[in-house]
RNA sequence: GGCGGCGUAGCUCAGUCGGUCAGAGCAGCGGAAUCAUAAUCCGCGUGUCAGAGGUUCGAGUCCUCUCGCCGCUACCA
């Protein structure tokens, strides 16, 4: 039994909930739900981030004071979370005032240990945004949002002394090739790292939404140091007890690229300077693209996830995405392409061969799953080294956070199932168990030798769709708990929980059970 | 410019330590079967593995160079 500390990001507030979102969100509850099947100790944090400059003006736009305009928009973000089916443990808003105490704790300590001085930021000062440019990102020089010219400005700010962390960090990753992966990404920010590094401004005069600094009120934190922070101080106040002790440090924070950077480096030298334990591992997943760009509002081409999974629910969109993209790499989604996976793998391969597995125990066995042909050990089964080949194996790569990679293995058994049923026939076998039946008259032995042909195939297509319940659980758990009901298994007592992964074992399929007909799990999408 | 990555069948992509690695899925064509959501199964690919050179008994798989894409290159979430 381990421990199994999991986080998303904390979501930006002033955006609005997207597929990126979602896809991050449903990752880290597969990882949570296998660990969880694990028996490991899994705290699953979601939330937030709700301070800075762009949701001050966003809310005095509308004429609203901050904290009424985020928590408006924050149960946007909440429902995102419950709409993808997310078991996350707790959900943390940066505006939740235990946190605010903890990330002045948390800064202070900094301070004591020398990390933080005062020094002046200058750069071009928009005073439309009331905020900061660089260069680059001013368009012909003026403002982007404003469109007028940013002025030379100095402010006094709070520097975190990030350039004294340079070597701690490089020996962090020199030590463990694994801290962030995939690979390249741990090369992008070695690199980064390499190339040395400055100290940065951690705290701003000119913005009042945010957490003061607390040795001196006329400032607040950056938001991005603010935001970090969630992952600790989250552990403080979720409920329950001793959560720091359970589960710190955390095993793993899932991101998307774009914010490597202040996971990777901004982050780690933060717990070093406050004296925390490192997070175990990042895990920077890719953007899923639309037509083979990079999703953007500008330009018009995000797919919107929200109304395929109130029409299909949340298993479907959860298994696009997870299947479709390879977990780490940037890949390519679209509407089309849901549904093309949609109908093939769920409605035909899977969806399917639930119908026609427990269709036919009704027909040939009147709904009761036969017991195996007496004589026959469950390993004996042409199916058995198989399904433990593939439990094992998706296993592994469960443990890796090869989230693809362990749906591509089990995918493999699932058309298994299907080549079995074909292979053996189950209709002809009734045919010639028909036959041999009325040959054998009251012989008990011939009665049985002519029954186990057919309960031998019904038991495995059963015992299969048992294993598939385990190990597809992480991935689609409603209809993972949907195939149980039907195969007569007891439900979970706990649904978040999902069947222990010590079940993905052939030839543990109960014996009696009845098994119920239903509507099909994946209606197929015609058009 | 520097660092990193990618370029493999019409499409989307797998290819861990160099030796059945030339593959999968989709799409297409042909066939079988009928338990099932007309759902399944079987068969069919002459691809210069971007290009050139090199190391090796042997290279998508390592090295060099070229071409074409992409990411990162600091405080914009």
Redesign the pocket.
């Known amino acids: 039994m381990g421990r199994f500390y999991i986080t998303t990001p904390?979501y930006?507030v002033?955006?609005v909930p997207h597929i990126g979102h979602a896809y991050t969100t449903s990752a880290a509850d597969v990882a949570a739900r296998f660990h969880r099947q694990l028996g490991d100790d899994v705290f699953f944090l979601t939330g937030t981030?709700e301070?800075?400059?762009?949701v001050e003006q966003a809310a005095a736009a509308r004429g609203l004071a901050p904290k009424e305009h985020v928590d408006e928009v924050v149960q946007k973000f909440k429902e995102v979370a419950q709409k993808v089916g997310a078991t996350n443990d707790f959900f943390i808003r940066t505006t939740d005032p235990e946190h605010e105490r903890f990330v002045q704790e948390l800064v202070q300590r900094c301070y004591d240990a020398g990390d933080i001085y005062k020094s002046s930021?200058s750069?071009l000062y928009c005073g439309a945004c009331e905020?900061?440019?660089?260069e680059?990102?001013l368009v012909d020089g003026l403002c982007p949002d404003h469109g007028t010219a940013p002025v030379h400005m100095e402010e006094e700010?709070y520097f975190f002394r990030?350039?004294a962390f340079q070597d701690r960090l490089t020996a962090l990753y020199r030590g463990d090739p694994d801290f962030v992966r995939p690979?390249?990404r741990y090369?992008?920010a070695l690199?980064?790292i390499e190339?040395?590094?400055?100290d940065?401004?951690?705290s701003r005069a000119t913005l009042k939404w945010g957490i003061s600094v607390p040795w001196d009120p006329s400032q607040v934190i950056?938001?991005?140091v603010?935001?970090l922070i969630n992952y600790l101080s989250a552990l403080h106040y979720a409920p329950g007890e001793d959560l720091m002790d359970r589960f710190w440090p955390p095993s793993y924070h899932l991101m998307a690229?774009?914010?490597l950077?202040f996971h990777g480096?901004i982050w780690p030298a933060l717990l070093m300077s406050a004296g925390y334990e490192l997070p175990e591992h990042l895990f920077v997943h890719g953007y899923l693209k639309l037509g083979?760009e990079?999703m953007s509002k500008t330009r018009g081409n995000v797919m919107d996830p929200f109304p395929l999974i109130e029409q299909y629910g949340a298993d479907p969109f959860r298994f696009y995405c997870l299947r479709?993209v390879?977990f780490g790499?940037?890949?390519?989604v679209s509407e089309e392409g849901f549904k093309?996976r949609y109908n093939?793998e769920?409605?035909?391969?899977?969806?399917?061969?639930?119908?026609?597995?427990t269709?036919?125990i009704s027909?040939y066995r009147g709904g009761a799953v036969p017991a195996p042909p007496a004589g026959r050990a469950a390993a004996d089964s042409p199916l058995a080294a198989e399904a433990a080949g593939m439990a094992d194996i998706a296993r592994g790569q469960l443990e890796e956070m090869e989230l693809s990679?362990a749906l591509d293995t089990i995918w493999v058994f699932v058309?298994r199932l299907?080549?079995y049923?074909?292979?053996q026939?189950?209709?002809?076998q009734?045919k010639e168990e028909a036959a041999a039946l009325a040959a054998a008259g009251d012989d008990p032995q011939r009665v049985a030798a002519a029954r186990a042909p057919l309960d031998g195939t019904l038991w495995d297509l059963a015992e299969g769709l048992r294993l598939l319940t385990v190990v597809l659980h992480p991935f689609i758990p409603a209809t993972t708990a949907s195939m149980r009901v039907r195969l007569g298994l007891e439900p979970e007592p706990d649904a978040s929980a999902g069947p222990a992964w010590s079940e993905a074992t052939w030839g543990l399929l109960p014996a009696g059970l009845v098994v119920a007909a239903g509507a099909?799990?994946?209606?197929?999408i015609e058009e």
Do not use: C
Not at 425 to 428: G, R, V, Y
């Open positions: 904390i930006y002033n955006d981030d301070h800075g400059t762009k930021y750069g905020a900061y440019y660089t680059e990102n700010n990030l350039s690979r390249h090369n992008e690199s980064f190339q040395g590094l400055e940065i401004s951690i950056y938001v991005w603010d935001a690229q774009d914010i950077k480096i083979g990079k479709e390879s790499q940037d890949g390519m093309s093939t769920l409605a035909n391969e899977l969806g399917n061969l639930v119908s026609r597995t269709s036919m027909k990679n058309r299907n080549r049923v074909e292979e026939a189950p209709w002809k009734a099909p799990l994946f209606p197929r």
